[in-house]
Structure formats: structure tokens, C-alpha cells
């Protein structure tokens, strides 16, 4: 604003910050050439230092931007993109990783084990107090009332190493696993497999695109490939329930969470109007559940750009799409043959830094196994749930969440920026995770669960990430010679034809709430400086 001396550094138009278009994604200050503009660092003084600089992945949304974390001593200072990383962010990064990195560090950080004690106050103990409680409490329960008392719920959030070791001390103490993010998947149950696209990229060269239940802040990097797709030329079109920005590069249409109707009203067009396959099932089922559907205007616009796509895919968003949405979707696609998962597709954005590899490890239930839950080990996940009602309930986190404000026992636990191992992002691609300060704890993540399987008489084996991996390799097929930056093997599919399902009453978005406690915290901070 202004010129020579009077200049002065303001939002666009002189408007307050959360009234413009302002994402704070800080590239403004990636790029100002006179060191102008800074990053508000928590809890740092804003001076010149020399910092020591850690090549890493970002541990937020499932993009998996390639960060490089800038720490002094045991401090992490901030965390910036790796400049021209061509494969996934392309030397861009959303708020919460460049602002949010260093939060772990700061306001009340657990750094001792907590124990509730008879007056019904969680106190500090000791780390063999804790772990014994915790393998002597699941274990009594497990006797008690059977293998399907005890549940064990992991967060998306940890590497791949981390839930490998849950899930093999979940075997110890006979406990299903499941996460508060999973979310069934519709298509699986329509197309013959392999209709998931495995490249980001894919979404620039598509020249037809869907997207459903996806806003912008659940992963900037897709809105990013979205963009440049539109100035390809690609047509777009968004179904959301909220306004969300995306009117300058697509035809957004807004509708209700309930409104599945609207997506039934957009099969039935492409149903009437596509060039249908032969090798499919059920046809007739689905021509019958959709016949009393009136087509809309707005169906029809979106349904003839699905049918006269050469290469289509679809983008959905897990943090809101359901089961009953995504199962048409895979009906459109099987309607139109789209499905080849490599130009035309289901692309899903998953809702976590790690989901696919949690996923991929086994750890595939909803929250529906609660049912017959008496003891709840929650790992990481800060649910929005009710809680109360467990026999035992013990939950690990880097704060005092209010899951763990309930908890008999709360265990610390260290973030992405502490700790070594890999995480499969949403394309499925293996990515490294390194720690860019010491342990602040004294023991790791690895650590705490080998401690609570010692006591059960369990040996889960080496504590060292690379060789975890290595034997998460040789157990687990999707990882099987999969190396760092390579895309997850995928099954051969089971089915060799589609079997469409008919339209059934349910809904088109409903939001699973992030459990990943500093997610939420760095989010709340950016929502009241952003528009939203």
C-alpha cells in the first residue's frame, strides 16, 4: 500500500484479515525479499538465529507435504516446504503445518504418566505403575467378559512403525482395534477394485472432475491440484454443504447434508443417458430403486458433464462423504466403465496424515465395535464421544485432552516432529518421517508399548523403526517391497464385474470430527484469522 516511505504491508483492499481471501498458508512470507514479513511463532522470540534444519513430512492433513522443521537445540522453531518437491506439495504448505508444528512444545505439554487414585484425581505415577495398570486392567477385563470387551483405538495420526506395534500388543491383550476416523467405503461393495487413482497428478490431467463432501481446509494441496486442472481446462464440479471458494474454478452446487437425492437424481441421468456396459449385475435393481426420481436442472448439468468425460475421477472427501454416497458414485462409474484407476477414478482424500496407513495395517473398523466395549485404550485419539460408562479407560496424547481428563490412566506421547518412521499419505505413497529434536520424555512411542507387552510377557520384537518396517514388509502385502516415495501395492480385486447397488434412504455428508487434539488446537488458532 502506498509508495516510498509511506509504504506500509496490509491485507488486499485494507480489510481486516478474516475478511479477505487470505488462507494463512504463509507463502506471502515465503516469498517477501526483505525478510518484511515473519511468521507469529508461538511461544519464540522473533530474532535472527542459525537453526538446525530436518527433512520431514508434515503430520497434519493427508496431502504428506514434504517439510523441512527448523529447531535450536530441543526446540522446534517452525517448519517450511521443501522447495520444488514436484511429486506431492510443490514447495507450498497449508497454515497448520508451517504454524503448527512447533505446538506440541507448548501450554501444558504431559510429560509423566497420570493415574487416577481413590479420592477420583488423576496424580502422577510412575512409567511401571501406569503400564502395569494398563496390561493388568485390560487383561482382568478380557477374563472377565470375553475377548470382545476390550477395544484398542488408534489415531491416523502416528507413523506406520507406532500402529504396527499397537496392533501387535491389541493381539497380546485380545483387542479389536478400530479408529474414531475410519469410515466405510461404498464402492468397495460396487466396483470390481482397482478404481482407486494412486497420483495427486491425476487430478491435473483429468479433463471431467467430481468432487463431493471436500472443503478446502480439509487438505489445501488437492484445492491446489484442483486449481491447476481448472486452468487446464478441466470442468469441475463440486457438491458441498457448505459455500467453501471453490466458485472461481468450478460450478458449485450447495445442498443439505440429507440431500442424497440429489446424487440418486444424477445417477439416474447417467443411467438414462450413458453408453452402459454389459459385463454388470444387478442393473435392473438399480434402474427400480431410482424409477420415481424427477431429474433436477442442476442434476442434469452435472450429470451430461459425467457422461461426455473422456477421463473422469472423482474426488471425495472421507472427513464427510458416506457410505451410501460413495456406493453411488461407484454405480456412475461403473455405469460409465470410469474406473480404471490410473486416468479415471475414485480419487479419496483421506482425513488423516497416516489414514491410508492405518488402513493398510488392519486397523479398518469404525467406532461401531463399541457395542460391547468395558475397557477402551484410546491411542492418540481425542474422539467426540461419550466417554464415561468403561470399566477401564486409558488414553495417550501430548496433552491433557478431554478424552484423557476422563482417563484412569494417561500415558505422554511425542509428536510427528519427534519420532522417526513413515507414513502412507492419501495417494497411498510411503513418505519418511524424521525427528527433528531429541526425546523430551525419555522413552518413545515404540518404547511405551513394548513396556505394557513386557509385563504381559509379549515380545514385540525390535524397537527400531527401519526394522519395523522391514517387518511390517514381510507381513503385510501392501508394504511388500515398497520403498520410500513408492505407491502401496494394491490387491487383486475379488470381483470381476460390477454389481450395482440400488438407491437406499440415508445421507450425503455426515462429518466425522478430527480426533488428532493438535490438529483441532492450530485449526481453532487459524479460524480466527481466516474466513471460513
Same mark, same amino acid.
Given at each position: ?5 509511506? @509504504? ?15 488462507? &494463512? ?16 511463532? *508461538?511461544?519464540?522470540?522473533?530474532? %535472527? ?21 527448523? &529447531? ?7 517448519? *517450511? ?61 478380557? !477374563?472377565?467378559?470375553?475377548?470382545? !470387551? ?8 502416528? @507413523? ?18 478400530? &479408529? /474414531? ?36 481446509? $480439509? ?10 486442472? &481448472? ?5 469441475? /464440479? ?10 472461481? *474454478? ?11 437425492? /440429489? ?128 470399566? =477401564? ?21 511425542? !509428536? ?8 502412507? $499419505? ?12 531429541? $526425546? ?24 527400531? %523403526? ?10 503385510? %502385502?501392501? =508394504? ?9 501395492? @494394491? ?8 454389481? /450395482?447397488? %440400488? ?30
Amino acid at each position: 500500500m502506498d509508495r516510498g516511505f509511506e @509504504t506500509i504491508v496490509e491485507p488486499a483492499l485494507r480489510q481486516p484479515l478474516k475478511d479477505t481471501s487470505c488462507v &494463512s498458508c504463509g507463502q506471502c512470507i515465503a516469498v517477501c525479499p526483505t525478510g518484511a514479513l515473519r511468521e507469529g511463532l *508461538i511461544g519464540i522470540k522473533q530474532v %535472527p538465529m542459525d537453526t538446525d534444519k530436518t527433512e520431514s513430512t508434515c503430520g497434519y492433513c493427508s496431502a504428506g507435504c514434504q517439510i523441512i522443521i527448523e &529447531s535450536k537445540g530441543d526446540t522446534i522453531i517452525k517448519a *517450511i516446504p521443501q522447495k520444488n518437491h514436484q511429486d506431492i506439495n510443490q514447495g507450498v504448505m497449508c497454515g497448520r503445518g508451517r504454524f503448527g508444528t512447533n505446538l506440541v512444545q507448548w501450554e501444558n505439554r504431559l510429560t509423566t504418566p497420570l493415574i487416577r487414585n481413590k479420592q477420583g484425581e488423576l496424580e502422577e505415577s510412575s512409567w511401571y505403575d501406569a503400564f502395569v495398570m494398563i496390561a493388568k486392567k485390560s487383561q482382568s477385563i478380557a !477374563a472377565r467378559y470375553g475377548s470382545d !470387551a476390550v477395544k484398542m483405538g488408534i489415531s491416523p495420526k502416528y @507413523t506406520n512403525e507406532e500402529i504396527f506395534n499397537m496392533t501387535q500388543l491389541a493381539k497380546a491383550l485380545r483387542a479389536e482395534t478400530f &479408529s /474414531f476416523s475410519n469410515r466405510e467405503q461404498g464402492e468397495d461393495t460396487v466396483l470390481p477394485g482397482n478404481d482407486a487413482i494412486g497420483d495427486m497428478n491425476a487430478i491435473v490431467t483429468a479433463d471431467t472432475i467430481l468432487v463431493l463432501g471436500l472443503l478446502p481446509v $480439509n487438505n489445501p494441496i488437492v484445492k491446489y491440484k484442483l486449481t491447476q486442472a &481448472s486452468k487446464k481446462g478441466a470442468n469441475i /464440479f463440486v457438491i458441498n454443504h457448505l459455500e467453501s471458494g471453490y466458485d472461481h *474454478i468450478a460450478d458449485e452446487f450447495i445442498t443439505e447434508c440429507d440431500d442424497l437425492e /440429489f446424487l440418486g437424481e444424477i445417477t439416474k441421468y447417467v443411467l438414462e443417458n450413458g453408453k452402459l456396459k454389459a459385463d454388470v449385475t444387478n442393473l435392473d435393481t438399480l434402474k427400480a430403486s431410482l424409477a420415481d426420481f424427477e431429474i433436477g436442472d442442476e442434476a442434469q448439468i452435472i450429470g451430461e458433464g459425467l457422461v461426455n468425460a473422456k477421463n473422469l475421477v472423482v474426488v471425495m472427501g472421507d472427513k464427510y462423504i458416506t457410505a451410501e454416497a460413495s456406493a453411488l458414485v461407484g454405480d456412475i462409474l461403473g455405469l460409465l466403465g470410469k474406473f480404471d484407476g490410473k486416468r479415471s477414478g475414485i480419487f479419496r482424500v483421506a482425513v488423516k496424515n497416516n489414514s491410508r496407513g492405518l488402513k493398510a495395517l488392519g486397523v479398518v473398523n469404525t467406532p461401531t465395535v463399541l457395542k460391547t466395549a468395558k475397557a477402551l485404550l484410546l491411542f492418540g485419539e481425542e474422539p467426540n464421544a461419550d466417554l464415561s460408562g468403561y470399566e =477401564f479407560l486409558m488414553v495417550q496424547d501430548t496433552h491433557l485432552s478431554s478424552a484423557a481428563q476422563n482417563a484412569d490412566v494417561v500415558l505422554p506421547a511425542l !509428536a510427528f516432529a519427534e519420532v522417526n518412521g513413515t507414513f502412507v $499419505n492419501t495417494e497411498g505413497r510411503l513418505l519418511k518421517v524424521k525427528k527433528s529434536v531429541e $526425546n523430551p520424555l525419555g522413552i518413545n512411542n515404540i518404547k511405551m508399548v513394548q513396556a505394557i507387552a513386557e509385563i504381559l510377557a509379549e515380545d514385540l520384537g525390535s524397537v527400531c %523403526p527401519g526394522k519395523i518396517l522391514k517387518a511390517i514388509g514381510e507381513t503385510t %502385502p501392501a =508394504f511388500k517391497n515398497v520403498d520410500i516415495g513408492e505407491i502401496l501395492n @494394491t490387491q487383486d480385486p475379488d470381483a470381476v464385474r460390477v454389481e /450395482f447397488k %440400488p438407491y437406499s434412504k440415508g445421507r450425503l455428508f455426515t462429518e466425522i470430527p478430527y480426533t488428532d487434539y493438535l490438529m483441532n488446537e492450530i485449526q481453532g488458532k487459524l479460524n480466527q484469522v481466516i474466513k471460513h
